[in-house]
T-cell receptor
Framework: QQQVKQSPQSLIVQKGGIPIINCAYE??????FPWYQQFPGKGPALLIA?????SEKKEGRFTISFNKSAKQFSLHIMDSQPGDSATYFC?????????????FGQGTELSVKP | DGGITQSPKYLFRKEGQNVTLSCEQN?????MYWYRQDPGQGLRLIYY???????QKGDIAEGYSVSREKKESFPLTVTSAQKNPTAFYLC???????????FGQGTRLTVV
């Protein structure tokens, strides 16, 4: 119940394409769903986050779509650029998750070709 | 220069040796976390601490130990009992009342 499942494991798109990364969770106590971006050899950095009281959140070219009934959420990157090439992690935390710890998905390695 | 400092960036250990990874923060955050990253497995929680002198096991604590004697510091010791210690180790912090976690730049540990 504590797992967050992320897919696909890797993704290749052309510049300007719209990569979509999906995550699913089981624990209905989760109430915070962030996405992190990680470049090689670096620590992850928060990209965008959503709470389950909204179905969509946009920040620049990044959009989270959230489906509470299906317990799924996804990240869309509009007009993707080669500089977006990185590993993306979804995560979840919330009530009953002691210490505010984040449960991470397995990660998606995104490559945006010029 | 503020933030989270992990040192060293690269660390090599011989089998059977204990090694300690450093994590220092000047963000005045209460909570600190240690994660392990392996290819295709995401980030898995090793230990976490919400206040000084208190810490809890995460999902993969076996073979690891921590201490939290100061708010700024949360060192992780990888003991010889950890069967497969080669990995990228990440330290994170979170302020009380906030949901956002901040990560250090990581330490890559290799057993030789």
């Amino acid at each position: 119940q504590q797992q967050v499942k992320q897919s696909p494991q890797s993704l290749i798109v052309q510049k300007g394409g719209i990569p979509i990364i999906n995550c699913a969770y089981e624990n209905t106590a989760f109430d915070y769903f962030p996405w992190y971006q990680q470049f090689p050899g670096k620590g992850p950095a928060l990209l965008i986050a959503i709470r389950p009281d909204v179905s969509e959140k946009k920040e620049g070219r990044f959009t989270i779509s959230f489906n509470k009934s299906a317990k799924q959420f996804s990240l869309h990157i509009m007009d993707s650029q080669p500089g977006d090439s990185a590993t993306y992690f979804c995560a979840a935390s919330g009530r009953g998750n002691q210490g505010g710890k984040l449960i991470f998905g397995q990660g998606t390695e995104l490559s945006v070709k010029p | 220069d503020g933030g989270i400092t992990q040192s060293p960036k690269y660390l090599f250990r011989k089998e059977g040796q204990n090694v300690t990874l450093s994590c220092e923060q000047n963000l005045n955050h209460d909570a600190m976390y240690w994660y392990r990253q392996d290819p295709g497995q995401g980030l898995r929680l090793i230990y976490y601490s919400q206040i000084v002198n208190d810490f809890q096991k995460g999902d993969i604590a076996e073979g690891y130990s921590v201490s939290r004697e100061k708010k700024e510091s949360f060192p992780l010791t990888v003991t010889s009992a950890q069967k497969n210690p080669t990995a990228f180790y990440l330290c994170a912090t979170r302020d009380r009342g906030s949901t956002e976690a901040f990560f250090g730049q990581g330490t890559r540990l290799t057993v030789v």
